[in-house]
């Protein structure tokens, strides 16, 4: 009887936070597909998207930006923290209080600070956004990584394989990267949504990309605009599955040596 | 003749103020086990860990069939490591773990196959090779540790605690299968356990560490009937502390006028230190001591008395004769060893 209404009451709960999360959702795919004022639906709003001039050139642009910024996050990162739990053990309080900075320190500050400390072949170009999105992701990306790095021997592993001949690089590449890959999908993840959603500090630094470019096209037209959201939802989640797809399937692969 | 394959010259290691390792120096020939024995802290892994490259010693030399490799990082040591920690790789399978060394070593895929499958078949796990680590017994996965240590076809194997994350009869037949293993192919190899039984089953000689010092190291009968000091002879084996006087070179016990042997300056008040075996407790009506308590073993007994003077002793006797031994009984101990080693009081 106690089972029972204990399971009557996750059932509810369960109803609830569905209801809270999909029916807003629902709402505004619903909303999407109105075909104006009329009472039919249809993927009018989401023709229109396509049609708008700069959604191919920004959607370019902040894809560029954001592979950018996974490359350099991945090359800053992992090193960092492999180093951090071998033979860093005393700095990890402080990096950990490093990485949380960029969510404290406002976004305006950021913005300005950073532009100044960027070296100069830099300033002029859109890609200095991919250096800061590494700064801002860092909260996420460094914890997805210390996580993954935690649940494994590390120093055995790294002991095992340079025992068996493997130099530092290989031990990276061969051992360390293939043993963290679901944390290192995890982290690329993240930056690859912050770098696809990221309005302020492109606003801020006045560059057009895709989600400054959405902001303005999309106050023309309001359904258009929740296509839009939705859109970048889905597409979120898309990319969320595949990672979770390839990040979690068990390679058999070292790097084959010809 | 042997020729030595490991020579170790004053290996000294600090981690601050603690000397983990001081002057450290060990000749191990080829084809021939030994093991490095002592407490946690001696700094038996310690000694290891530098032989193999994975640790800096602050002074001293590692030559491997007469090459100093002092300054060698550990990837390019051809040594073959086992660690008390799990250590395969997660991400690959037991065949891809064993080749692990061999690619490093880029030898071609045929050969690899070869020789994993070769091994794999040596140390019993044939039909493990897609299995992966979260799929073996913590038993399988030293298997495949050692396997992986060994198809390199290293120059030493070092084995580090290998076998003290087993239960325990898993750990002895491993170990068993080690000595038949590393007979089978010759290979040199140096041992590190605090598991007296464990090192002085399978190895040829056995050395006894204490506080970054080699105490003594010698043949495993050798170090349990000759322990060069108080310290060798009570970590190896059971000992009995028996306080006396040694006079002229000779100690008095029950009776009995008995050789010292002197592991230092010793005189006047000594302890003696005597095996449980090499004592007897016998009814022929003199008595100088009452018995306590009797265990039986099987085919021996161990009968633990109380001499008139308050000492404990431990003796081990064959069980027949003890039959009629029981806690209270009044009898006479006996001294069966013609030398006894004698200790500072």
Sequence with gaps: ?258 | MTTDSLVVGGLTRQFGAVVALDNFSLNVAKGELVALLGPSGCGKTTALRIIAGLEKSNAGSVQLNTKDITNDPAHVRNMGMVFQAYSLFPHLNVAENVAFGLKMRKVSKAVRDNKVNSILELVGLDHHHKRFAHQLSGGQQQRVALARALVIEPEVLLLDEPLSALDAQVRTNLREEIRRLQLELGTTTLFVTHDQEEAMSISDRVGVMNKGKLEQIDTPDTLYNKPATEFVGTFVGTMNHLPTTLIDGHINLFGQNIVALKSGNESGNVIALIRPEAITVKTDGTSNATVVTRSFLGASSRVTCKTHEGTLVEALMTSAATGDLHPGSEVQLHILSKEVLVTNA
């Design chain 1, 1 to 258: 009887m106690a089972t029972e209404m204990k399971n009557l009451g996750s059932k509810i709960i369960l109803l609830v936070t569905g209801i809270f999360i999909f029916f807003p959702l629902y709402a505004a795919t619903e909303f999407s597909m109105r075909n104006g004022a009329e009472k039919t639906h249809g993927l009018n709003a989401y023709r229109w998207i396509f049609q708008q001039s700069g959604f191919a050139e920004n959607l370019a642009i902040t894809a560029r930006i954001t592979v950018l910024a996974v490359v350099l996050n991945l090359l800053i990162m992992v090193p960092t923290v492999t180093w951090l739990h071998l033979s860093g053990q005393r700095y990890k309080r402080l990096i950990e209080i490093l990485t949380i900075l960029p969510l404290i320190i406002p976004v305006v500050a950021l913005a300005t600070g950073a532009q100044l400390a960027l070296p100069s072949i830099l300033e002029n170009t859109v890609y200095e956004l991919s250096f800061m999105y590494v700064v801002v992701a860092m909260p996420y990306t460094y914890r997805a990584l210390d996580i993954g790095l935690s649940g494994h021997p590390l120093a055995t592993l790294t002991n095992a394989a340079r025992n068996l001949g493997a130099s530092w690089i290989r031990v990276l590449m061969n051992v360390i990267v293939p043993t963290i890959r679901p944390s290192i999908f995890a982290a690329l993840f993240l930056m690859v949504a912050l770098s696809l959603g990221e309005f302020t500090l492109a606003q801020l630094l006045h560059w057009t990309t895709f989600p400054v470019w959405v902001t303005n096209a999309s106050q023309q037209n309001i359904i258009g605009a929740t296509a839009l959201a939705v859109g970048s939802l889905f597409f979120a989640w898309l990319l969320l599955f595949g990672f979770t797809f390839f990040g979690g399937k068990n390679s058999n692969t070292v790097q084959e040596e010809a």
